[in-house]
């Protein structure tokens, strides 16, 4: 892989708390950051598309999402995304032809100590580099076919269906 397209779309990966507000705010795509500090070997764009909460993103926003990344020149995608909607979104992508498509985020903010997200994004960036065409979710250290995953709230992590 000489070239990643990221496309960003906001969730818990993205969040950042604002004390005077008491509540989380979508804030400023984290992967670029995350990526140029681990001094990864290849090229990458990032494509912010939305700044939300994936419990907020609608239909619409899923084809946005799909006619961005059809429009790409480069066949590996990987899709930050918020994780309590993301195997919907994931069924939405399905059948764009020519690209692998990883979808991955965090089930703690970026930004926080101990989260999750430095370990998802390597997950992903290694699973977007080896699979065949099609679409994908990396979470929890495993990679997943959005067929046959389920987000398990209340154990706060991926499972098998």
């Known amino acids: 892989m000489q070239h990643l397209t990221i496309v960003t779309t906001g969730g818990t990966i993205d969040k950042v708390y604002f004390d005077d507000k008491s509540d989380y705010q979508i804030g400023s795509p984290q992967i670029g950051d995350i990526l140029t500090q681990l001094g990864v070997a290849f090229r990458f764009d990032v494509i912010p598309i939305l700044r939300k909460d994936s419990l907020h993103v609608t239909e619409e926003d899923r084809a946005l999402m799909r006619s961005t990344i059809e429009a790409q020149p480069h066949r590996h995608v990987l899709v930050t995304h918020g994780t309590d909607t993301m195997v919907e979104t994931a069924a939405v992508l399905e059948g764009i032809p020519g690209k692998v498509i990883v979808l991955t985020g965090a089930l703690n903010p970026a930004r926080f100590q101990g989260s999750d997200a430095v370990f998802n994004i ?40």
């Open 122 to 161: 390597g997950c992903a960036v290694g699973a977007v580099q080896t699979l065949a065409d099609g679409v994908y979710i990396a979470m929890n250290g495993r990679v997943w076919d959005p067929k046959k995953v389920r987000k398990n709230r209340d154990a706060n992590r991926f499972e098998a269906v």
